[in-house]
Nanobody, 114 residues
C-alpha cells in the first residue's frame, strides 16, 4: 500500500486548504483512514479519523473547522480545513490501518501565516 498526500501550502490565517491522500492497493474501502500532523518540536498528533462505515472523530482543536471525508471509488481521503490558524502549521500525514497493519503517507506541509 502506498499513500500520496498533496494539497498543502502557505495560507493566511482564516483561509482554507484541502488536503488529498491517494491510496494504491485494493484495501482502501475497508480501512480506517486518518490525518495526523506534526509541528516542529512536537509529537505527531491525531487530527481526524474516518472508519470505513462509522462515525468520524476529530481532535478538539479542529472540531467545527476541519472535515474529513473519503471517496472509496477513487481510493482517496480528504481533509477540508477552514478558518485556519497559525497553530495549525505542521506537516500533515495520512494514515491507513487495515488488518492490523499501519501505513503512512509522506506528509504535506501546511503553513498558516498570521
Amino acid at each position: 500500500v502506498q499513500l500520496q498526500a498533496s494539497g498543502g501550502g502557505l495560507v493566511q490565517a482564516g483561509g482554507s486548504l484541502r488536503l488529498s491522500c491517494a491510496a494504491s492497493g485494493s484495501i482502501f474501502s475497508m480501512a480506517v483512514m486518518g490525518w495526523y500532523r506534526q509541528a516542529p518540536g512536537k509529537q505527531r498528533e491525531l487530527v481526524a479519523v474516518i472508519p470505513s462505515g462509522g462515525r468520524t472523530n476529530y481532535a478538539d482543536s479542529v472540531k467545527g473547522r476541519f472535515t474529513i471525508s473519503r471517496d472509496n471509488a477513487k481510493d482517496t481521503l480528504y481533509l477540508q480545513m477552514n478558518n485556519l490558524k497559525s497553530e495549525d502549521t505542521a506537516v500533515y500525514y495520512c494514515n491507513l490501518v487495515n488488518f492490523g497493519r499501519t501505513y503512512w503517507g509522506q506528509g504535506t506541509q501546511v503553513t498558516v501565516s498570521s
